[in-house]
């Protein structure tokens, strides 16, 4: 099965905390991307980071940083000194192949709150 | 450099009516892609072209069509509109693993 999950509905945190978003997906290709967006109250598809699944250095983005446990399945977002403008819904996607394209298969989403 | 451009960006739709939804892209890509999100569903694949001329299935095709008879645009048909189609609906394009969206468009049929 393609699916990608996560667990959270909603998380909250304080202004400069730390907070990680969880994200499990189940594929079996060996070769793959894993993504995190951000779609604020405008709904605009924000990328935040993107790792590939080839490459065991987590990938890094500013404030913004993953935990890839391959062989766990496991990609969780990290964002350190939260700020007001990180509050949106996050979205984890991963890469599944398909009818020789790629389609990007994505969770339910977690609403992250900030509060001031 | 526009991205991707969705138009319309809103409309309201009554049970049994068409229409079609225009998404540009400007990057020259190959892959692009219609989804649309509903609350506490994330975002679900409805149809995808890997070129044009090309169509194919997502998860949700049913209630829809779609054409690619320009490689820059990539439109989505609802012959018959359904209460249960109310959702936003994204157009996305890529190359490489790189995905721009467009800024959706919000539907509503009543």
């Known amino acids: 099965a393609q699916t990608v999950t996560q667990s959270q509905p909603e998380m909250s945190v304080q202004e400069a905390e730390t907070v990680t978003l969880s994200c499990t997906y189940d594929t079996s290709e060996s070769d793959y991307y894993l993504f995190w967006y951000k779609q604020p109250p405008s709904r605009q598809m924000i990328l935040v980071i993107r790792?590939?699944?080839?490459?065991?250095q987590n990938a890094t983005e500013n404030r913004f940083s993953v935990n890839f446990q391959k062989a766990a399945k496991s990609f969780s977002l990290k964002i350190s000194d939260s700020q007001l403008g990180d509050a949106a819904m996050y979205f984890c996607?991963?890469?599944?192949?398909?009818?020789?394209?790629?389609?990007?298969?994505f969770g339910k989403g977690t609403k992250l709150t900030v509060n001031p | 450099n526009a991205g991707v451009t969705q138009t319309p960006k809103f409309r309201v739709l009554k049970t049994g009516q068409s229409m079609t939804l225009l998404c540009a892209q400007d990057m020259n890509h190959e892959y692009m892609y219609w989804y649309r999100q509903d609350p506490g569903m994330g975002l679900r694949l409805i149809h995808y072209?890997?070129?044009?001329?090309?169509?194919a299935k997502g998860e949700v095709p049913d209630g829809y069509n779609v054409s690619r008879l320009k490689k820059q645009n990539f439109l989505l048909g609802l012959e018959s509109a359904a209460p249960s189609q109310t959702s936003v609906y994204f157009c996305a394009s890529s190359y490489r693993w790189g995905y721009t969206f467009g800024s959706g468009t919000r539907l509503t049929v009543v």
């Open positions: 790792q590939e699944a080839y490459k065991q």
């Open positions: 996607a991963s890469t599944f192949p398909q009818g020789g394209s790629e389609k990007l298969v």
């Open positions: 072209s890997v070129g044009e001329g090309t169509t």
